[in-house]
């Protein structure tokens, strides 16, 4: 690409609007241009970079057997219906009508489609098992849009679904999408991991994440120091603490005036917050559920929807439910006496004694309080994972990080091809429901993620396979028309390689073309300059900040081992 014939889109300032090193580069650069909260346009550059992710996932994906199609973004109502999702997945779904008053969204995921497709196309045992995927842009109308395209409202994800006979095939098709995430996240040059995640209903171990270690990220990664154990901390286990014994205390019921939270309440009664238990309330499809954890603790909302059965995401209990739920004002819930659907219990705060919770009646609180003798519930773990506890699987010491989740695979089982009716006929005659996963990427929040981890304070450090250009030719003085015609001949010579090579021919100084290189990531840059006089150009790595003074018939065998290092071929 000429540069004189390119929407070169680079921005010198830091954008007030981007807080994050990714944001502030894909705007900085060029890649994208924001058009609404959450939406935003690629320019050319970074249309470049998304292609060649998608030319990785593709390779990848196709090495394992799946294959690709295209679904509509527009999705009738009636197939969300058919799956009990369309009043279920709330707010976060962007609905449209047609001129036919008919309901429609704009699909922000697409279990249904691909179960209807398969439902109408396969018929037989002996047509599976089938993995599809497509690449495509998804629609959520999500509550918290930012950081540009890491959480953006439009974004384009790989999504597969795979479809078994049975248990077995499913498990074969998740650990194939397991190795091919791990290699696409290589070949993007990220460092990701795969950590147990949340399955909601399902359960055991069929859900898994590929986070990004980043100081930016919306989720904490739990990992152990000792072992191989990481998990998102929506599902990492807790390893309830054992209390000491103590003789127990008759229950009392104590003024606290204006001591409604944890802190205040320990202050007051000059206790450690160890030793009370905060009852939080949440409303949960309508019902009232309370959940009972250590003071010093905080509540897992995640094991909380499971173990209430809900249907979507969770919500704190509004004023007039825990009014009804408690006769008091808020901070003064306890679970002695208290009126709701469900009682959760975490298992610590069954092995405490002597508790002090709220009395249910405002400006009170209960202390001596006993789980068996005064209260009783359903007890399980339902509290966050803290740094330095112990490891669920070795016992050794936890600790956490944030993390950014680019892909996502889910052993979804029956899920949709029951309440979809999705069935097949097996070896023996019978009709059987589809055993299905689904697996997606963020294919836009993974070019986000790369330049997370792949910056300095000049701009991007594209790694060679994403790069949108893999080579710049600089002619330093654009009025020198040897320099300018050898830079051409090189940039030719390059092409004709099969490489992506960006010729710097603008009537710009060249500290203007330096910067916009570098800003840009492109990843080696020849710069022609006096020194052609001696046959010699200058070439530099974007990792590095050495010039290599190298002849001018080098300069395709310098590039050719970047290649080879890099494990790439070129023509
Ligand atoms: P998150 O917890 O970040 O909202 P999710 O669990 O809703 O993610 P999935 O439904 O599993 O995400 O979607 C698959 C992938 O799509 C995610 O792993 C992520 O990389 C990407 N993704 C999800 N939501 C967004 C978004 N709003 N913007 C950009 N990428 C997204
Ligand atoms: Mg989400």
Known sequence: MRMSNMLIATLREVPAEAEIASHQLMLRAGLIRKMSSGIYNHLPLGVKVLKNVEEIIREEMEAKGAQELLCSAIIPAELWQESGRWDAYGAEMFRVKDRGNRDYCLGPTHEEVFTSTVKNEIKSYKQLPINLYQIQTKYRDERRPRFGVMRSREFIMKDA?????????????????HDAYVNIFNRCGLDAKCVEADSGAIGGSNSAEFMVKSEVGEDDIVF??????????????????????????????????????????????????KKTVKTLLYNVDGKTVAVLVRGDREVNEVKVANASNATGDIELASHEQVMEATNAQTGFAGPVGIKVDLLLVDEEVKNMHNIIVGANETGYHLTGVNYGRDFEGVVGDFRNVEEGEKCPKCGGKITIAKGTEVGHIFKLGTKYSESMNAKFIDENGKEQPFIMGCYGIGVTRTVASIIEQHHDENGIIWPLEVAPYKVSVIAVNSKDEEQMKIAEEIYNNLRSLGLDVLFDDRKERAGVKFKDAELMGIPMRVVVGKKITDGEVEFRLRTSSDNEIIKIDEVEGRIRTEFEKNGLKLR
């Open 161 to 177: 679904y795979s479809f078994d006979k049975d248990q077995e095939g499913l498990d074969i098709a998740f650990n194939k999408m």
């Open 224 to 273: 152990c120091t000792a072992c191989d154990y990481a998990a998102n901390i929506e599902k990492a286990e807790a390893i309830a603490e054992k209390a000491e014994e103590e003789a127990l205390q008759e229950m009392k019921k104590v003024e606290t005036p204006n001591s409604r939270t944890i802190e205040e309440v320990s202050e007051f009664l000059n206790v450690d917050t």
